[in-house]
């Protein structure tokens, strides 16, 4: 038997009380923990992402380092209120705000963020709750972001108005990499992405971090993905995409539709895709989709 990550994490989420959740569950606390849970392709969330230099999440990797674990890298850098920033963004990035605001960039090009609701600062939320606040911002321009403004209430009574992030420079970060590969399915099956690198190396999911460079984000064992494969500096030789049909459940009785998406210069101005659509009928179905020569 398999004990994935993804099976932890769902054990965890089993923990809820009213929207809140325990510590250790996917939790949603700030901005950072959002825009982890959205960049991890809704799979990995850490309660209270922080940077080292806040001692409140002194003992926790920031958020930039957990966004370089999973591939991103600050592709650019943003100055505050430049002309023309939001055509600089991708679906995928993440942006990241000084040391105190972050947010996902969605299929629509356009920036959701989470914003710590007032009078609940430090509540922990399922990230479904998260996103049913009025402080979750969906679908918002960098200028949106930008010129977001908090209102309340000081402790002497006055009310005051303020916009946190208007003179902030923005990062943004970008999955780059020679090649990526994502696999989703349209069953509750359990489908492994395969990648046959140079040197006889196979990357799946008892081999997720390969010599060569190449990483395998997640293992989805009941579906329907997506599992995500990128070397960011290919060796030279032939890269061999294969799918692999680990178990179908006897409740599903129709084939399983693979759709692979093979990207090369991921991230970079040369990005180049190509979508094949592959069927898996029986547990232990191997299936070569492409060859790709570097």
């Not at 002194?58 to 966004?67: H, N, V, W, Y």
């Not at 674990?69 to 023309?84: H, S, Y």
């Not at 020679?178 to 190396?201: C, G, K, S």
């Amino acid at each position: 038997m398999r004990i994935t990550f993804k099976s932890v994490v769902l054990a965890a989420a089993a923990v809820t009380v009213f929207g809140a959740v325990a510590p250790s569950a996917q939790a949603i606390t700030w901005c950072h923990d959002y825009t982890l849970w959205e960049a991890s392709a809704r799979k990995i969330n850490e309660n209270q992402v922080g940077p080292r230099t806040d001692p409140r999440h002194a003992s926790r990797p920031g958020l930039r380092e957990r966004l370089t674990a999973l591939g991103f890298q600050c592709v650019k850098t943003l100055g505050p209120l430049a002309p023309g920033a939001d055509g600089e963004l991708k679906p995928g990035d993440a942006i990241i705000l000084g040391e105190a605001h972050s947010g996902f960039v969605n299929r629509q090009k356009r920036i959701d963020h989470f914003v710590q609701t007032p009078g609940a600062v430090g509540v922990a939320r399922t990230p479904e709750d998260a996103m049913r606040q009025p402080n979750y911002h969906g679908g918002q321009t960098l200028v949106d972001v930008w010129n977001f403004t908090r209102e309340g209430t000081a402790a002497n009574g006055t009310t005051f108005r303020v916009t946190p992030y208007r003179n902030t420079p923005v990062e943004v970060w970008r999955r780059v990499g020679d090649l990526r590969v994502t696999v989703t399915w349209n069953t509750a099956t359990d489908v492994d992405l395969w990648v046959l690198e140079p040197n006889n190396t196979r990357c799946f999911y008892g081999n997720s971090r390969t010599r060569n460079g190449g990483h395998l984000f997640q293992d989805v064992t009941a579906g329907f993905g997506p599992e995500e494969y990128q070397m960011t500096k290919a060796p030279a030789g032939e890269y061999v995409i294969k799918v692999h049909m680990y178990s179908r459940p006897a409740s599903v009785r129709t084939p399983t539709q693979v759709t692979v998406v093979v990207t090369r210069n991921a991230g970079t101005p040369q990005e180049v895709s190509q979508t094949y659509n592959v069927t898996l009928t029986n547990r232990s179905d191997l299936v070569e989709v492409c060859k790709e020569r570097f």
